[in-house]
């Protein structure tokens, strides 16, 4: 877990939709430092409230006018957190229509008119059909 020292400032960025656009943006850095410590606080923020951060990272995935890295990024970070099993158990938790509001928000971007987007939305769903018993279900 975070060191409770954070909280306030993890809590900030989840609601937040510049603060957390702005971690992600840097996890594209060129320049390592800056891009692994967006790194860092994307595990911190997922290990702060898992719920909250893919909440927030897939309304990014389904938001038109967010910048297509930021989709794209977004959609590789939900991948990686729905098939990390480290994540599993808490993803398997979450409350129900927490899931479903994520769920909705990748699966409208099915409907994008960016085919490049279309399949940054196949790429973070497709964990969850491949291991059934962490489907993002109703």
Known sequence: NPPA??????ANILNNEALLSEVLQNALSPD???????EKEIT???DFNLGLFLLGISSK???EAT??????ISA???KNMIANTK??????SLNPELKQQIKTHILSTLASSDSDIRKTA????????LRPSIAIQN
């Open 61 to 63: 995935i389904s938001n």
């Open 67 to 72: 910048p297509k890295q930021i989709r794209q």
């Open 32 to 38: 390592p430092s800056l891009r692994n410590l967006a």
């Open 5 to 10: 020292i954070d909280q306030t400032t993890y």
């Open 44 to 46: 911190n923020l997922a």
């Open 87 to 92: 994540y599993t158990s808490t993803f398997i």
């Open 122 to 129: 196949g790429i973070a769903i497709a964990p969850s059909l």
């Open 76 to 78: 590789t970070i939900i």
